[in-house]
């Protein structure tokens, strides 16, 4: 595996996925972002119309609210931007939800670099496509394993690239 593909872990989100497991048995493939979010970690997830982004956390209130139109158009998109915003609040709120209440959102802006959407990005990939599982299963393909994970499949072929197990870069769009 290259260097590059190793920073694109986090064992914090293998730790959220083991606290899940001993709370509610283990996870399998197509990880339950949605029991995660609500059922381990307390909080709410609604889908709100016109949201003016992908998703965005409002710690105080330990609420998610999801862009209700991309919800529609792809599972695998609500999904990820779910486990984006789940990594917020388990990576800067959940030991304090009571701070001020800024609003953390997926900027889908390409080439965003923000250190803490970036770190949340890498934190839901791992969350809903655990490297063990997609590095065991990798030679299926981007679209079969996005079937499988219940992702979108350019999440799964970045996945794949950023982990080292592809070495065919997806579209900059994907």
């Known amino acids: 595996m290259s260097s590059r593909g190793r ?21 399998g493939v197509g990880v339950p972002i949605d029991a995660i ?13 016109d949201l003016g982004c992908s998703g965005a956390l409002h710690p105080a209130r330990r609420l ?13 998109r609500r999904r990820f931007t779910l486990a984006h915003e789940v990594a917020h609040w388990v990576l800067h ?3 304090d939800a009571l701070r001020a209440e800024p609003h953390y959102y ?13 770190e949340a990005n890498v934190f839901a990939a791992d969350l809903l496509m655990p490297f063990d599982v997609v590095a065991a299963a990798s030679g299926e393909g981007a679209e079969t394993l996005a079937e499988r994970f219940i992702v979108s499949e350019p999440a799964m072929a970045w ?4 982990l080292g197990l592809s070495q065919e870069r997806p579209a900059p769009d994907a």
């Open 159 to 162: 996945r794949l690239y950023n």
């Open 37 to 49: 979010a609500v059922d381990l970690l307390g909080l709410r997830v609604r889908l709100v119309e």
């Open 7 to 27: 920073r694109e872990r986090d064992p914090r989100a293998d730790a959220l996925r083991a606290e899940y497991a001993e709370h509610f048995g283990e996870p």
């Open 64 to 76: 998610i609210a999801l862009d209700a139109g991309e919800a529609r158009d792809s599972e695998g």
């Open 106 to 118: 997926r900027d889908v802006t390409p080439g965003s670099v923000d250190p803490k959407e970036r």
């Open 93 to 95: 709120f959940r030991d």
